[in-house]
């Protein structure tokens, strides 16, 4: 077997796991919100199950992607894919940066000064930028071909 089928069929089963991990979690918490009365879930939880629901259905549409684009070695649903978690990334690192700075508030924590707080932002401006790059079409990186799937 050549190292490219390896990647491949690596690739669709690592992505086969994601696409049932999403289908079990997405039924899951489905059958939570359907019956709050069993599982005594109160008003204050539903945000959180509705989360997971939406976790459940982006996982399971991230895994189906991943899993057609292997096996099919179609550019397009690879570029999805890759487009997909690239954005998912980006939202969970600007999600922990948020969560650091309102907890080192809360805890009166006060290591951050101006002049990390200014490379926390060019960083931030850089990755928002490279994303922009990313998910244009007519890009000139993905015309050389220096990223993936492009």
């Known amino acids: 077997m050549t190292a490219s089928k390896l990647i491949k069929y690596l690739l669709f089963t690592f992505n086969f796991l994601f696409f049932v991990g999403g289908i079990i ?6 059958h939570v919100r359907n019956n709050k009365a069993d599982y005594q879930i109160t008003d204050e939880l539903l945000p959180a199950i ?12 991230f895994g ?14 690879l570029a999805l894919f890759f487009r ?6 980006l939202m969970m690192l600007g999600q922990g940066q948020r969560h650091l700075r309102y907890f080192s508030q809360d805890l009166k924590f006060t290591g ?8 926390v932002y060019f960083f931030w401006f850089v990755c928002f930028f490279l994303a922009y790059l990313l998910l244009q079409e007519e890009n000139v990186f993905f015309k050389k071909g220096l990223f993936p799937f492009g």
Request: hydrophobic share 55%.
């Open 50 to 61: 509705n989360l997971l629901v939406f976790i459940g259905a982006v996982t399971l549409i």
């Open 84 to 89: 997909g978690l690239l954005s998912m990334f």
């Open 64 to 77: 189906f992607l991943g899993c057609c684009g292997a096996i099919q070695e179609s550019r397009c649903l």
């Open 112 to 119: 951050v000064v101006e002049g990390e707080t200014m490379l």
């Open 25 to 30: 979690i997405l039924g899951l918490s489905i």
